[in-house]
Every structure is written in C-alpha cells, then in structure tokens.
C-alpha cells in the first residue's frame, strides 16, 4: 500500500509539472521605465551573486585547483565585469543626458538676456533720438497759425486788359 501512495502522490505530481512549465512559459515583456529598473536591479543581483561565487570560488582554489576550475573562474569574473560594463553605460548615459539639458537650458538662458539687452538697447536708443529730435523741433518756428493770431494776406491785382 505504501507503494501504491508512493506511485500515486509520483504519478499527481508529473500532472501539475506542465502547470509550472506553462507559468514559466509566459510571454515576458519590459517597455520603457519597467526595462530600465529591471535591468538594473537584476544586473546588480548578477554582480552581487557573481563577486560573492567569485570569492568563495577562488577560496576553494588556493587549495586544489584543475585546469576546468580555473577558466570557469575567468569564466565567472569575464560575466561579472560584462554586467558592471552594462551598468557604466546605463549611468554614462544618464549623466549625458542630465549634462546635455543644463547646456540646453543654460543656452537657451543666455539667449533670452542677449535678446532682453538688446531689445533694452534698442528701446533707450529710441528715447534718446526722440529727445534729440523733440529740442530740435522746438527751435524751429512754428508754421500753423495759432488760433485769434492776424496774418496779413497781400493780393496781388491781375492787370486790367482792355
């Protein structure tokens, strides 16, 4: 009987095995935001867990070690250091893009002084032409007549022809 439940508790366990391979089998996708996190936090776990291997690897080797231990060590550390080159780029282009908006912002700061002192130029250049020009008219004599003031008016005949 024991058999029996052996086989049994066997025989259920192979049936819900298609379950777990069918979990695993599901369609894995990241976009944007959700693949950047992800690829730095299992980067990071990978080079946690690949220096700690790597230390207690290179302990077993200082006492025995055969030709295949040493190049899956170099192996280990080739692994590790490719997953620390991921993470320098990720942080490289960060820093890049931050730097590249400063410049822009700054850029576009410089601009709108530059344009705001020119714009101030141009508007007290215009106060002081104006001005110049008010003085100088008011020494020209005034050629409308005021009002209740005489102007003599001359006519001149036309000659009689007869």
Known sequence: ??????????????????????????????EGEDLEQFILEYCG????????????FQDKLDYASTAD???????LIRAS???????????NAREKNKNAKEVTQMKIESTDQNVDKAIGARLQMNREDLLKELIED???PDPIPVEGSVIDVELEEEPKTS
């Open 1 to 30: 009987m024991a058999e029996d439940d052996t086989v049994n508790d066997l025989l259920a366990q192979l049936h819900q095995t298609p379950e777990t391979i069918k979990k695993v089998r599901e369609k894995f996708e990241l």
């Open 45 to 56: 776990r990978l080079i946690k867990g690949s220096v700690e291997s790597v230390e207690e």
């Open 69 to 75: 231990e040493v190049d899956a060590l170099a192996s």
């Open 81 to 91: 250091s490719s997953s620390v080159d991921v993470l320098t780029k990720i942080l």
């Open 138 to 140: 008011s020494k020209k």
